[in-house]
């Protein structure tokens, strides 16, 4: 088993401390916690300027009698979707300078849930530590 959600202390930290990685520039994306699993958040640093929130649903949590129907939007759902995580992913990108690419894919890979508590289940991911804010856009 592959853990693919972060865990939200570990990933929080990650963000707050990138700079040890070298001279990030811009960096952008969507993240999945374990915390939050139906929902994506999302992540813009351009220079000095940061800030993280909330940025949708993953269609594998929205009833199917709620998605769109016009084959474009079904399609580009579909070009997503990996069983058994449907469209659940980590897409994060990090353009600097000088940047330790080794260091900083570890440092990620150690945000992700261990393989024993994504077993565990969302019962117990919604138990960890969480310092992100609250998403008004998800209550």
Request: proline residues 4%; hydrophobic residues 35%.
């Amino acid at each position: 088993m592959h853990a693919v959600l972060f865990t939200q202390k570990s990933f929080f930290n990650f963000l707050h401390d990138s700079e040890k990685f070298g001279k990030l520039i811009r960096s952008k994306g969507y993240f999945w916690l374990a915390s939050r699993p139906n929902y994506a958040g999302q992540w813009n640093q351009a220079g000095g300027i940061a800030s993280y929130g909330y940025a949708g649903m993953f269609w594998k949590s929205v009833p199917k009698d709620d998605w769109p129907t016009d084959d474009e939007s079904i399609s580009e759902i579909k070009s997503q979707w990996k069983e058994p995580y449907g469209d659940m992913r980590q897409e994060l990108v990090f353009i600097g300078q000088e940047i330790d690419s080794r260091s900083m894919l570890k440092a990620l890979n150690e945000c992700l849930l261990s393989d024993d508590d994504v077993l565990k289940g969302e019962d117990y991911w919604k138990t960890l530590n969480d310092p992100f804010p609250v998403w008004a856009e998800s209550l």
